[in-house]
Each structure stands twice: as C-alpha cells, then as structure tokens.
C-alpha cells in the first residue's frame, strides 16, 4: 500500500517537472530568436566623404526614431549605397 502511494505521488510530480523545464528552455529560445544582429553601419567622420563603421541594432524600415551611434556624442549612422556613400539613413528597431 505504501509503495503504490509513493509511485502514484512521484510519477506526476516528475512529470510536472520535466514539462516546467521544458516550457522555460523553449520561450529562452523563442526569445532568443527574435534579437536581431548588430549590423555594421557607418557615421560621417571629420573627413569629406569619409565613413567610420559602427555597430548597431538598427533597421532601414522607416520609423521616427533615427538611429544613432553609442558614443559619448551620438552621431547618426548610415548604410552605403551601391557607390560606397553613406547615405542611406537607418532607424531605431522598435
């Protein structure tokens, strides 16, 4: 009787358990999928026509909210186009 009171007991507690760590790792994962990459950007430096990469979190949909460096004194990034000037703007991932 006592043996059978354990089994019952144990068996949907383990259960519970191997079904709680598994819900957990897959939202971590799921989670973990919806970060996007830095990409390589690039801000004007002092220099005329002159670039210096940064990476950022940043995307070319159009939103409000331009995108700017992580520096001490923020500049605005930008991707190069197909002639290697740093004109197409970048915006902040909402």
């Known amino acids: ?9 144990v068996l949907p507690i ?3 358990a191997l ?10 994962s799921r989670i ?3 970060k996007k990459p830095p990409i390589t ?3 004007h430096s002092a220099l005329p026509n002159s670039c210096e990469p ?6 070319t949909v159009v939103s409000a909210n331009i995108c700017m460096s992580s520096e001490t004194s923020p500049r605005q990034v930008w991707l190069k186009d197909g ?3 740093c004109v197409v703007p970048l ?3 909402n």
Not at 4 to 9: I, Y
Request: glycine share 4%.
């Open 83 to 85: 002639t290697g000037a």
């Open 91 to 93: 915006y902040k991932n």
């Open 54 to 59: 940064q990476n950022v979190n940043c995307t």
């Open 32 to 34: 973990d999928a919806t």
């Open 41 to 43: 950007a690039f801000a």
């Open 1 to 9: 009787m006592k043996t059978s009171f354990v089994k019952m007991l």
């Open 19 to 28: 079904a709680s760590a598994g819900a957990v790792t897959t939202n971590a």
């Open 14 to 16: 383990a259960a519970f």
